[in-house]
Nanobody
């Protein structure tokens, strides 16, 4: 049973930083492709960052244009944990953030390509 549990969300002022974590269990974590998504009220869930599986590469990453240069995705396979370091946060980054996992489809920012999802953690950025 694959389980993903996000943490680290909260409220921060514009320009601040947060680091989200996603603790994974129930599968061979290092072999799965991982991603971060977000969904603001009334909007579609969008992909913000993805990272390749440890078995495929040396950790290739991909970012949406809206977060490139501000967010960094990383993974610690020894701890079965995915991270999203978010810097220079803006009010438009306010959303529920979800981590996602899939055994096959790596480096995708499309929600349909991920099989497993966490419950989300809320990020609120005030101006």
């Amino acid at each position: 049973q694959v389980q993903l549990v996000e943490s680290g969300g909260g409220s921060v002022q514009s320009g601040g930083s947060l680091r989200l974590s996603c603790a994974a269990s129930g599968y061979a974590y290092g072999t799965y492709c991982m991603g971060w998504f977000r969904q603001a009220p009334g909007k579609e869930r969008e992909g913000v960052a993805a990272i390749d599986s440890d078995s495929n590469s040396d950790g290739r990453t991909r970012y949406s244009d809206t977060v490139k240069g501000r967010f960094t995705i990383s993974r610690d396979n020894a701890k079965n944990t995915l991270y999203l370091q978010m810097n220079t946060l803006k009010p438009e980054d306010t959303a529920m953030y979800y981590c996602a996992a899939d055994p096959f489809r790596c480096l995708s920012l499309h929600r349909s390509n991920y099989r497993y999802w966490g419950q989300g953690t809320q990020v609120t950025v005030s101006s």
